[in-house]
Each structure stands twice: as structure tokens, then as C-alpha cells.
């Protein structure tokens, strides 16, 4: 090769790094919803995961004992493209936040954070101990730009399998034994943008009074059940209290259905689901506030200018 034609391969080698720094550096931070309260942040450089809960066992599959499918794990990450996590972050320990979160941690390299509940679901799948990181609230922690801090928060009112986790459980396993084991929403810091996630449909007075936050996404599981007083308490305690200006809806999909079908709400009785959104679309109207519903590995861009649903 020519002295000529090797500086020219050199030029261009240094402007396709440039192209590709620069790609990184317009993609924003990324926010996908995969369901339930499984979402993926990931700013290019480090991604973070809530939950990971892939393998949604079907109703009629929950009467017996129940297993992480690791075909639909590892489809899932396939198709969210993941290969490395910092942190799985737990927001309690039923089966459909917890029953995962260890395989998906292992597949990826992440350290799991939860309860002591969550700790012995690891356990029970021989995750490391080490990588285990037990949370009680108030815990911060650092993955390169993302700092999380961990609040303990309500769970859901009227929720099933309230107790704790006491030993390690191994799968399979009945799905009363996957205890709640405490609550917990998540405050992530990225870049100056400030991001709450609230699994749990519910809310303590006061408890997020002086946290400031641009988008919250907002566990509304059987909102539409609870009726309008509570919404509307829920909304003043969540979304005025931290001033939130983006809201996006989670944990509203049946997920006993897998996510080879488009997600959809649980049917009457369990939920009136047009009823939530109805109310959810007046409190957001009435506050000046993005409201957006997510479908299923949808991606949203928490950096642009959002759009209203």
C-alpha cells in the first residue's frame, strides 16, 4: 500500500470513530418497557435494568410449581439487544418482579439489588453471594453515570403473599412462596435528569416530599379498582410532590400473557384499566403533565421533548 493510500485508510478509520463517538453521544438516555415494571435505561455507555422478568408463566401454569423459562430469558435480552448490565434492581420479591432477576443477572454480569427476600431467591439459584447487594432504603449506588438511590415504599394495597423469604428458594417453586418481601422504588440520577420509579401502586404521605424528579414511571396495577380518591392522592404524593413533568404508566399488563403477544391490560374484575387511563389522562390534563403509555420493548428517548398520548 502507498504512503498516499495509507494516510487516506487512517483518515477515514479517524472519522468513523468520530461518526460512531457522536452517534453515542445523540442517543440520549434510552428507557425501554418491556413489562410489568421490567424497564431498560441504558445512556450508550452503561444500561440498568428493573426486574428483568421474561418468562410470565401462564394462568393456568401458576397452579403448579413454577420455574425461570430460560428460553424466554434468554430470547428477551436477545431481542433487547443486552449483553452486559451494571445492576438489576428489584422492586420486591413475587414472582413477577423477582422470579428472574438472578438468571438475568447472571447472563449478564450485573450485581442483583433487593431485599433480603430477593437475596434468598439468589440464593436459591446459586447466584453469588457477592454480587448480591441487600437493600433496606435510604442505599445509594454508583453504575458510571446512573446514581440510584433506594426508597422503601408500600406495596400495593390489598396485595397476595405479603410475608418474607427466610431461606433460600430453589426452583421450581409454588408461587405463594415468592413473598413480597418489601416494597422499594427507585430514584435514578443521570446527567442532571432525575427519574423515580414506583412500582407499587401506592404511596406514603410525604414520603418523596423535597425529591425532585422529571419523570416518573408510575406502577397503576388495579388503579382503576381503587377509584378516584385514591388516584387522586396517589397522583399528589407521586407526581405533584416531586413536580414531575412526564408520567409514564407501568405494571397495567396481564402478565400471565407472554411477550410474543402485544401486552394488554388484566380484564374485569381484576382491573378497569379504561377507567385508570381515564383518570390518569384528566389528572395529567388538569397538572400539565406528559402522559405516555408504552408497549412492549417500545423505546422511548428520556432526553427529547416528550409527546403526549
Not at 236 to 255: L, S, Y
Not at 267 to 279: E, L
Request: a negative charge; zero cysteines.
Amino acid at each position: 500500500m502507498g504512503k498516499k493510500a495509507s494516510i487516506l485508510v487512517k483518515a477515514l478509520a479517524a472519522i468513523s470513530i468520530i461518526i460512531s463517538l457522536s452517534g453515542m453521544a445523540d442517543a440520549g438516555l434510552q428507557a425501554r418497557f418491556i413489562g410489568v415494571t421490567t424497564i431498560l435505561l441504558d445512556d450508550g455507555e452503561t444500561a440498568i435494568m428493573t426486574d428483568g422478568f421474561f418468562s410470565r408463566p401462564g394462568l393456568g401454569e401458576a397452579f403448579f410449581r413454577i420455574t425461570p423459562n430460560e428460553t424466554r430469558i434468554e430470547d428477551g435480552l436477545k431481542r433487547l439487544e443486552v449483553r452486559e448490565l451494571a445492576a438489576v434492581l428489584t422492586a420486591h420479591s413475587h414472582h413477577d418482579h423477582a422470579m428472574d432477576a438472578p438468571s438475568v443477572a447472571a447472563r449478564t454480569g450485573a450485581v442483583l439489588i433487593g431485599s433480603e427476600s430477593t437475596a434468598n431467591i439468589a440464593r436459591g439459584a446459586d447466584f453469588p453471594d457477592d454480587r448480591i447487594r441487600r437493600i433496606k432504603g435510604g442505599e445509594t449506588f454508583t453504575f458510571g453515570r446512573f446514581t440510584i438511590t433506594a426508597i422503601k415504599s408500600p406495596h400495593t394495597p390489598s396485595g397476595f403473599f405479603m410475608g418474607e423469604i427466610v431461606a433460600p428458594l430453589k426452583p421450581s417453586a409454588w408461587i405463594w412462596d415468592y413473598q413480597e418481601g418489601g416494597s422499594f422504588s427507585f430514584l435514578i440520577e443521570h446527567d442532571g435528569k432525575r427519574i423515580l420509579i414506583n412500582p407499587s401502586t401506592n404511596f406514603l404521605p410525604g414520603l418523596l416530599q423535597g425529591r425532585k424528579v422529571d419523570v416518573v414511571f408510575l406502577g397503576v396495577a388495579t388503579l382503576g379498582k381503587l377509584g378516584e380518591a385514591f388516584a387522586q392522592d396517589y397522583w399528589r404524593e407521586v407526581v405533584e410532590a416531586t413536580g414531575a413533568t412526564r408520567v409514564i404508566p407501568i405494571h397495567w399488563d396481564n402478565f400471565f400473557a407472554p411477550l410474543t403477544e402485544p401486552l394488554a391490560p388484566f380484564p374485569w374484575p381484576v382491573d378497569d384499566f379504561d377507567k385508570t387511563k381515564d383518570m390518569l389522562r384528566a389528572l395529567a390534563a388538569k397538572h400539565g403533565v406528559t402522559l405516555q403509555f408504552m408497549g412492549s420493548f417500545e423505546t422511548i428517548d428520556l432526553d427529547a421533548v416528550p409527546v403526549n398520548d
